[in-house]
T-cell receptor, first 114, second 112 residues
Framework: DGGITQSPKYLFRKEGQNVTLSCEQN?????MYWYRQDPGQGLRLIYY???????QKGDIAEGYSVSREKKESFPLTVTSAQKNPTAFYLC?????????????FGAGSRLTVL | SQQGEEDPQALSIQEGENATMNCSYK?????LQWYRQNSGRGLVHLIL?????REKHSGRLRVTLDTSKKSSSLLITASRAADTASYFC????????????FGTGTRLTVIP
């Protein structure tokens, strides 16, 4: 089945630790995105990548880092510099050049800082 | 911020009734999309309307777009308990960037 796989689904972190969230897609999409969602809120863009080995900051990139070494993979690292990392993280992908930019989302990863 | 806003924030209706949600946005857009999110899950794309369209239908969904008022509405007819979810509008602006900007969502509860 084609889709986006995020792992882990739940993650607990102690303050001061870095954690990496995985996002893998087999849709052959060029673009990939990371969003953060806080309770009762909309989605805020953290980082996006439209092509391998290139990515851009979104609205709330501080305290986060990404890499795009393969088309299929776009891992997100939540660093200790992120002051309030407890949130629901959503990865998405889309086909560049379609004119519409419809996003396909993963099931999400919930990060809790203890 | 280019983030849109949905109205109302929460809506509770009886099964079989129609549900209407509104979205307002701030900038000129290329298209507007509606997504659905079940609790604790990812978002699922429902329908897209382009800036040169005024109305679009898909099954029980009807979307309207008024670019002069920078607003859109999503109508779900003959609602079912399974329609219970949060609904988000998302806009793609005209700058050519590939990003979508999401609204704050409407939480719909359909009571059986």
């Amino acid at each position: 089945d084609g889709g986006i796989t995020q792992s882990p689904k739940y993650l607990f972190r102690k303050e001061g630790q870095n954690v990496t969230l995985s996002c893998e897609q087999n849709l052959n999409h060029d673009a990939m995105y990371w969003y953060r969602q806080d309770p009762g809120q909309g989605l805020r863009l953290i980082y996006y990548s439209q092509i391998v080995n290139d990515f851009q900051k979104g609205d709330i990139a501080e305290g986060y880092s990404v890499s795009r070494e393969k088309k299929e993979s776009f891992p997100l690292t939540v660093t200790s510099a992120q002051k309030n990392p407890t949130a629901f993280y959503l990865c998405a992908s889309s086909q560049v050049g379609s004119g519409a930019n419809v996003l396909t989302f993963g099931a999400g990863s919930r990060l809790t800082v203890l | 911020s280019q983030q849109g806003e949905e109205d109302p924030q929460a809506l509770s209706i009886q099964e079989g009734e129609n549900a209407t949600m509104n979205c307002s946005y701030k900038t000129s857009i290329n298209n507007l999309q509606w997504y659905r999110q079940n609790s604790g899950r990812g978002l699922v794309h429902l329908i897209l309307i382009r800036s040169n369209e005024r109305e679009k239908h898909s099954g029980r969904l009807r979307v309207t777009l008024d670019t002069s008022k920078k607003s859109s509405s999503l109508l779900i007819t003959a609602s079912r308990a399974a329609d219970t979810a949060s609904y988000f509008c998302a806009t793609r602006d005209q700058t050519g960037a590939n990003n979508l900007f999401f609204g704050t969502g409407t939480r719909l509860t359909v009571i059986p």
